[in-house]
């Protein structure tokens, strides 16, 4: 992976692995490999690489395949010439729960891995501040020393696997891994062998994650649903027998965002402020006058989501929807109006590129109660987009780019000062 191992060894290593072909390590001589059984076409699973093609793969946020990968003898290979910055392809299509099983050859001193639940956009400029990998790496032969974290098997830089269980062939032999991605239950298998399991997005993850190496990776491993992604990282690595199973998604759970205690569960971006009294969840301008934002730690991509507010100052803020967070302290996705009477409350407004989407009639601006409760519905299911202002249905809103979008939930303070809004009873349920 991104072991800040970069270093003139390891160029030299590389140039000589280059220089000597691939002979070493590309010989695939396992009997009709990259094909399912009947059986396996009947339980569902998928091939992702044909053996003969690249087709289905692409550059990471690209539209084609540019970097060097290439087949060689029934085996798709990283050349070698990747780095930390550059280098990834990943799959056409998106996975959201899933079996991946696949084999792997590294060269000497090989580093690779595979990736899951990338997201693809601008913003990231690489793959793995976003999505989890299952590290790949020839560790009697890396020429400089390892963190534990670092090394073969390991969810990268989060959690490591069971050593006593993790039975590797040498280097220049094949093995085998396998991640298991269920809802959030996690595996990892090598060789046959269970190695590795976990639970996503529980306090134990967010804790490892905010107080290791992705403390400063606002969106790693948030991801519900993403691209697969292999990595060429300046080492010659052949994969083979890439194959997936998707799982289905448990919908139906309902989620408390809002405890009516403290603010557990979100995270705040900005200055401004955001607090608990009397049991409603406060926002208020402070004195930087700047946008705000509270967002859950958490994504949610298909829900059904109420919210009540109460607008007791300016109440310019807003409901952001699969959105995600740039520095510094900017949210950037979809929001869901929330602003005085006449400003389009329950509207969809893109924070970035298109501006306003949809805004409101007329004579659907009475709706809102300025200075009482209202309650605000949004359902959000692939392309589709609902909102409801006090039972009474604002927008209802098919986009493809909505629908290839996932994130947070956020709260919004716009720019500007003295906007107070209270919020309460907020809830959602998957779909």
């Known amino acids: 992976m991104n072991l800040v191992l970069k270093s003139k060894v390891a160029t030299g290593i590389l140039a000589a692995t280059c220089a000597v072909s691939f002979s070493l390590f590309t010989s695939c001589t396992t009997a009709e490999p990259n094909t399912l059984t009947e059986q396996e076409k009947a339980d569902g699973w998928k091939l992702l690489f044909d053996g003969k093609t690249l087709n289905g793969w692409r550059d990471y946020n690209g539209t084609e395949l540019t970097v060097p990968w290439h087949v060689v003898d029934g085996c798709i290979q990283a050349k070698g010439s990747g780095s930390d910055a550059s280098g990834y392809i990943v799959t056409d299509k998106e996975y959201e729960n899933f079996i991946l099983s696949w084999d792997w050859k590294l060269s000497k001193?090989?580093?690779?891995?595979?990736?899951?639940?990338?997201?693809?956009?601008?913003?990231?400029?690489v793959p793995y501040v976003t999505g989890p990998e299952y590290q790949l790496i020839d560790e009697p032969n890396f020429p400089e020393p390892l963190e534990e974290w670092q090394k073969l098997g390991v969810d990268y830089a989060m959690h490591l696997p069971d050593k006593s269980k993790m039975k590797v062939n040498p280097q220049g032999e094949w093995n085998n891994s396998k991640i298991v991605f269920d809802n959030g239950h996690v595996e990892h298998w090598l060789n046959g062998e269970k190695i590795l399991e976990f639970e996503a997005w529980t306090d134990d993850?967010?804790?490892?994650?905010?107080?290791?190496?992705?403390?400063?990776?606002?969106?790693?491993?948030?991801?519900?649903?993403?691209?697969?992604?292999?990595?060429?990282?300046?080492?010659?690595?052949?994969?083979?027998?890439?194959?997936?199973?998707?799982?289905?998604?448990?919908?139906?759970?309902?989620?408390?965002?809002?405890?009516?205690?403290?603010?557990?569960?979100?995270?705040?971006?900005?200055?401004?402020?955001?607090?608990?009294?009397?049991?409603?969840?406060?926002?208020?301008?402070?004195?930087?006058?700047?946008?705000?934002?509270?967002?859950?730690?958490?994504?949610?991509?298909?829900?059904?989501?109420?919210?009540?507010?109460?607008?007791?100052?300016?109440?310019?803020?807003?409901?952001?929807?699969?959105?995600?967070?740039?520095?510094?302290?900017?949210?950037?996705?979809?929001?869901?109006?929330?602003?005085?009477?006449?400003?389009?409350?329950?509207?969809?407004?893109?924070?970035?590129?298109?501006?306003?989407?949809?805004?409101?009639?007329?004579?659907?601006?009475?709706?809102?109660?300025?200075?009482?409760?209202?309650?605000?519905?949004?359902?959000?299911?692939?392309?589709?987009?609902?909102?409801?202002?006090?039972?009474?249905?604002?927008?209802?809103?098919?986009?493809?780019?909505?629908?290839?979008?996932?994130?947070?939930?956020?709260?919004?303070?716009?720019?500007?000062?003295?906007?107070?809004?209270?919020?309460?009873?907020?809830?959602?349920?998957?779909?």
């Not at 994969?239 to 919908?251: D, G, S, V, W, Y």
């Not at 009639?361 to 987009?385: M, S």
């Open 109 to 125: 001193g090989g580093n690779s891995g595979m990736l899951y639940h990338v997201v693809e956009n601008p913003a990231f400029k």
């Open 205 to 431: 993850w967010f804790a490892k994650k905010n107080s290791g190496k992705w403390a400063g990776a606002s969106e790693y491993g948030l991801a519900k649903k993403g691209v697969i992604c292999l990595q060429d990282h300046g080492y010659p690595a052949s994969f083979r027998n890439i194959k997936i199973k998707e799982l289905p998604r448990k919908a139906g759970k309902e989620v408390v965002l809002f405890n009516g205690k403290d603010l557990s569960n979100w995270e705040q971006y900005g200055t401004e402020k955001w607090y608990v009294q009397d049991g409603l969840l406060i926002c208020e301008s402070g004195p930087d006058k700047e946008y705000g934002y509270l967002a859950t730690r958490e994504y949610y991509d298909d829900y059904d989501l109420t919210v009540e507010f109460k607008q007791e100052k300016d109440g310019n803020s807003g409901v952001f929807i699969r959105s995600w967070v740039e520095p510094v302290a900017k949210v950037n996705g979809w929001q869901v109006e929330v602003a005085p009477k006449g400003c389009d409350t329950g509207g969809i407004y893109e924070s970035y590129g298109r501006g306003w989407i949809v805004q409101i009639p007329d004579e659907k601006e009475n709706i809102l109660k300025y200075g009482d409760w209202n309650t605000l519905r949004v359902k959000v299911q692939g392309n589709n987009v609902q909102t409801w202002l006090n039972g009474q249905e604002m927008v209802n809103l098919d986009d493809e780019k909505i629908g290839a979008g996932k994130g947070r939930i956020a709260l919004q303070i716009h720019s500007g000062g003295g906007i107070k809004v209270a919020w309460r009873n907020l809830k959602l349920k998957t779909l």
